[in-house]
């Protein structure tokens, strides 16, 4: 059931949830204090070990009709994209980095390896998911307008196909994620300022281009007689990162235990409740080292959606604190293992697919079935909180 | 300057070759650049953001040094003596951002620049370029601006009014004139607190000897006191108002400078460097708000950001002051703004905006 009020749902006094905040607005100062040498260093390290990697595998596939090249190349490749798609661009654009005063790897200017173009993503991940996290017919990011993946959002006939529409989207992850921003919906009823939408197309377009040449044109060109193979081991490797990016992005607000919130809870919400319904909204999961890395160090959600702009490689040291914190103020924290919270998020889409009354559900019916005919408008929401990341947008 | 014309076609027909190139290149490398993947064979190729190595640190006095720094890729070396760079060097992984004057010549074929510091009491980043920084160090750079340059050839008279590290911009066009042997009737008054921290003094001896229409007053002020301009200036050069001048040094020195010459309406004729970005684009002005202080500031359309900020005594972070560095970024809660270097506008809420190339069109609010 959607929540209304944090606050009731915890059974946690005003002053209590004040109190929490102060305390997680300490582990923020103590992170923000320390930020140095070493972590600078963690960052440049990733950045030069992706770059060789990417570089390796383009090498590798100039010889991609041997079956070894083909692999391997793909592999490095497709590694590369997943490193820089998760662990620096995302949390690049974050501005996670920004303290380094480095204009090379600063939110501003980083455009990242895949369809959507970095503004774009600023605005519809860190300003729309990070701030309304979970919140019914606020954030976007509940199904992608894709599935239905909340008993609360009505049923529609459509959603009968969500097994394969959840295929197509693991597959084609990139290209979904390039037009979440632009509102198909709205564009769809003639809804959407058509200046705006001929920027974004136009930003989606000139992006596109340059992707789609570099990966099926120019290198399978430079791989001469190779050109097909070349070709095919680049596809490949952007399906790993898509279907990487789309298991790891699931897993971060579609398990159970990540909860969701009508858009009541939004009244006058407090910072420390902005803090709360974080922390009952996302989901982590457990698993080594590389696997953190490989993932963004998203798999610390609960810890990345308190504290969006601290380094990633801190959320770690960051967690143990934050846990503590749950079960002193007895708040449930999600976590388990990968395919665990995985197998958690197929089997809510394809419950979703069918009507509520023909599936259980551990918690009551909601009350009534919750529909917005349309996305809102930044005009329509709560102003922007800074902590999410900036989003600026350029004029071209 | 001396660029010639046949200089100025070689180079014209070069760089839009080497464009080409670029963007050729980029089609493998999109969405980064080629030299994000060159820079690390070398990290000096990069021309996306100037880089430099540092080739070596020269101490001029006990507190002060020359660092000779060995530009990376896309450095044009066709700066104007007097004109200023900037630098970002690390510290505990952090860009920290000043401009300094160069002190070298300029000319292309010694393929390295130098920039002259002394290490000033409060400033950590002065001390650490002065005595931190090890040979081979890669340090980010910001190309030479500035309008604190001679004209060629120089004033028949000239007066160079410099205090302490002052020297550095004015010691660049002493020896461009010696290089071009245009050395007019000079005069230095050079004010340092004792000899031995005055930076160049046996270069600006040898030049002396050299070219005798140059010479130096030495003011050493710990002795001495500092000099008086009102009072002092027509004892040590009569002839002050004759003469074409270019003053660096503290701001208080300054400031009595550009009062001395305004009054006797001789404005034109000096020239002073006050570190500051020559920006086109005029916006609107306004009241900025400083949300967290509460402190109001009403300024011009051509005051940035960050000096309205200084000017109302709010703390502002700062860095290169070209626009380069983001260290000066902060966030502004509402309002309307120029960037003063392309005229292009922003205006929404909470957006981050970079506060030394941007300027007030009507009230801003910043959070800081």
Not at chain 1, 202 to 210: N, P, S, Y
């Given at each position: 059931m959607a929540i209304s009020d944090v606050k009731e749902y915890t059974h946690l006094s005003e002053e209590q949830v004040e109190e929490l905040g102060r305390e997680l607005d300490a582990i923020r100062e103590e992170i923000e204090q320390s930020r140095g040498a070493a972590d600078a260093a963690y960052i440049n390290r990733l950045i030069t070990i992706q770059r060789r990697l990417a570089a390796a595998g383009r090498v590798t596939l100039f010889a991609s009709r041997y079956k070894p090249a083909f692999f391997a190349g793909a592999t490095m490749l497709g590694i590369a994209k997943i490193l820089e798609n998760m662990e620096i661009g995302h949390n690049v654009m974050h501005g996670q980095w920004d303290w380094m005063n480095d204009?090379?790897?600063?939110?501003?200017?980083?455009?990242?390896?895949t369809a959507q173009p970095a503004e774009q993503w600023k605005h519809s991940h860190n300003y729309v998911h990070h701030q309304f996290t979970n919140v019914l017919g606020h954030d976007n990011d509940i199904g992608y307008g894709v599935l239905r993946m909340a008993r609360e959002q009505k049923w529609h006939p459509v959603n009968i196909g969500q097994p394969v529409y959840n295929a197509l989207l693991a597959l084609l992850f990139q290209w979904g994620v390039s037009l979440h921003d632009l509102d198909l919906e709205a564009i769809r009823k003639r809804r959407k300022d058509p200046k705006e939408m001929k920027r974004q197309l136009?930003?989606?377009?000139?992006?596109?281009?340059?992707q789609f040449a570099k990966d099926y044109v120019v290198y399978p060109l430079l791989s001469g007689p190779n050109a097909i193979s070349t070709m095919k081991a680049n596809a490949l490797a952007n399906l790993m990162r898509n279907v990487w990016s789309y298991t790891i992005i699931f897993c971060g607000h579609f398990p159970d235990g990540a909860l969701h919130f009508t858009e009541e809870e939004l009244e006058d919400e407090t910072r420390a409740e902005w803090y709360l319904r974080q922390m009952l909204g996302s989901a982590n999961f457990t698993g080594s080292k590389l696997l953190h890395i490989m993932s963004g160090n998203l798999g610390f959600q609960i810890e990345h959606h308190l504290f969006p702009d601290l380094p990633s490689n801190r959320y770690a040291e960051i967690a143990v604190k934050v846990r503590e914190l749950c079960e002193r103020y007895d708040i449930p924290y999600t976590t388990g293992p990968l395919h665990k919270q995985y197998g958690q998020v197929l089997r809510t889409i394809h419950k979703l697919a069918l009507p509520n009354k023909m599936t259980s559900d551990d918690g009551p019916e909601p009350p009534s079935g919750f529909h917005r005919q349309r996305r809102l408008t930044d005009e329509e929401r709560p102003v922007r909180r800074l902590e999410t990341g900036t989003y600026i947008r350029r004029s071209a | 300057m001396a660029t010639t014309e046949a200089q100025e076609t070689t180079r014209a027909a070069r760089i839009p070759d080497w464009q080409t190139v670029r963007d050729m290149a980029?089609?493998?490398?999109?969405?980064?650049h080629p030299d994000d993947y060159l820079s690390l064979i070398n990290p000096l190729w990069s021309a996306r953001e100037l880089r430099g190595r540092i080739e070596r640190v020269t101490p001029e006095t006990d507190d002060a040094a020359?660092?000779?720094?060995?530009p990376g890729w896309g450095w044009s070396f066709d700066h104007e003596a007097g004109q200023y760079i900037g630098i970002g060097v690390e510290v505990d992984g952090r860009y920290h951002w000043r401009s300094y004057s160069l002190s070298s010549v300029p000319r292309r074929d010694k393929r390295t620049i130098t920039i002259t510091v002394r290490a000033m009491p409060e400033g950590f980043l002065s001390d650490h370029l002065v005595r931190g920084l090890e040979?081979?160090?890669?340090?980010?750079?910001?190309?030479?601006?500035?309008?604190?340059?001679?004209?060629d050839p120089p004033p028949a008279k000239t007066l160079f009014?410099?205090?302490?590290?002052g020297i550095t911009p004015v010691m660049s066009m002493l020896r461009t004139l010696d290089r071009r042997d245009t050395m007019p009737d000079a005069l230095v008054v050079y004010s340092s607190p004792t000899e031995d921290r005055m930076i160049f003094r046996d270069e600006l001896r040898e030049l002396h000897e050299k070219h005798p229409t140059l010479t130096v007053v030495q003011r050493f002020t710990d002795e001495e006191g500092m000099l008086d301009l009102a009072t002092d200036l027509e004892k040590v050069c009569p002839d002050w108002r004759e003469r074409g001048t270019w003053a660096c040094g503290p701001a208080p020195m300054l400031d009595a400078a550009e009062e001395l010459w305004a009054a006797a309406g001789l404005d034109k004729q000096l020239h002073l460097e006050r570190f500051s970005l020559e920006l086109g684009g005029d916006a609107e002005g306004g009241t900025i708000t400083f949300a967290n202080s509460g402190k109001r500031v009403e300024v011009d359309g051509a005051?940035?950001?960050?000096?309205a900020g200084e000017q109302a005594g709010v703390g502002m972070p700062y860095g290169c002051r070209i626009g380069i560095c983001h260290t000066c970024t902060l966030t502004m809660a509402s309002g309307r703004i120029k960037d003063l270097r392309n005229g292009e506008e922003h205006q929404e809420p909470n957006e981050a905006v970079q506060t030394c190339i941007t300027a007030a069109c009507g009230d801003v609010t910043l959070n800081i």
């Open positions: 204009p090379e790897i600063h939110s501003s200017n980083w455009e990242w390896d136009r930003q989606i377009g000139r992006k596109v281009r340059r | 980029a089609r493998l490398t999109t969405p980064l020359t660092l000779v720094i060995k040979p081979g160090t890669i340090v980010r750079l910001a190309a030479p601006a500035g309008e604190f340059t001679l004209p009014l410099v205090a302490g590290s005051t940035t950001l960050l000096e």
